[in-house]
């Protein structure tokens, strides 16, 4: 059975892989969301949160109703906030494709934010891994430097970011490689145009 990061960093080919905006011919070479490490704050808060219920309730002198009342209202609102919590989780992602490196952000039900890095704009990219949780858990830091080579994006906690550096790069060497090809060839057919024009052009007969 494959793992859960196996899955979302686009290493299945079972799963189909598009989304919105998707252009005419870009295919998506790597999909991935953030690693589980970044949610880890957020379950602390929620355990001290159900850990002040639960004293409220056996520390407290109060009714069997108003215990009733907390806990049904404290229930609601702890289900509504692990659930927004994890939506925009899993619909924070970054995608690569032939053409370009994609940032979606879900903030809520009504937000989208998209950033797009066309892969002709990107100069250089890294991963950084400082310390040893990041190493043991194999999540880090990607860098991409723009053309003047200063920080153009950061983006933390990339699950496998040395396996996403991986790809990105060749991804970015492929394009790169394709488009000095492109520009080579167009010389030489300009050439093969203006030289076999003359060659093809028929010769009347002297009357």
């Known amino acids: 059975m494959k793992s859960f990061w196996h899955k ?3 290493f299945d080919p079972s799963r189909k892989q598009d989304f ?15 690693h589980g490490i970044r949610l880890v704050p957020f379950f602390i808060y929620m355990i001290i949160l159900v850990a002040v219920i639960i004293g409220i309730n056996f520390f407290t002198n109060i009714t069997p109703a108003t215990s009733l009342f907390i806990n049904t209202i404290a ?21 690569v494709t032939n053409r370009r490196l994609i940032y979606i952000q879900h903030s809520t039900l009504l937000t989208r934010e998209r950033e797009t890095i066309p892969l002709t704009n990107i100069q250089d990219f890294r991963f ?5 949780l990041p190493r043991l858990l194999g999540y880090g830091d990607l860098i991409i430097l723009g ?9 933390n906690y990339v699950p496998k970011v040395n396996k996403v550096h991986h790809i990105i790069g060749e991804v970015h060497q492929k394009m790169m490689r394709g ?8 010389p030489n057919q300009k ?8 060659q093809e052009q028929k010769i009347k007969p002297a009357a």
Do not use: W
């Not at 229930?75 to 995608?95: D, G, P, Q, S």
């Not at 488009?179 to 167009?186: G, I, L, Q, V, Y």
């Open 75 to 95: 229930a609601a609102v702890i289900i509504h906030i692990f659930c927004m919590r994890m939506y925009n989780y899993f619909l924070k992602v970054i995608i």
């Open 179 to 186: 488009r000095t090809n492109h520009t080579a060839a167009e």
């Open 147 to 155: 053309s003047s080579s200063e920080v153009k994006y950061k983006f």
């Open 8 to 10: 979302f960093l686009g």
């Open 20 to 34: 919105p905006g998707q252009q005419p011919g870009e295919e998506v070479e790597l999909l991935s969301v953030f």
């Open 191 to 198: 050439f093969y145009y203006e030289y076999k024009k003359p």
């Open 128 to 132: 950084r891994q400082n310390g040893i």
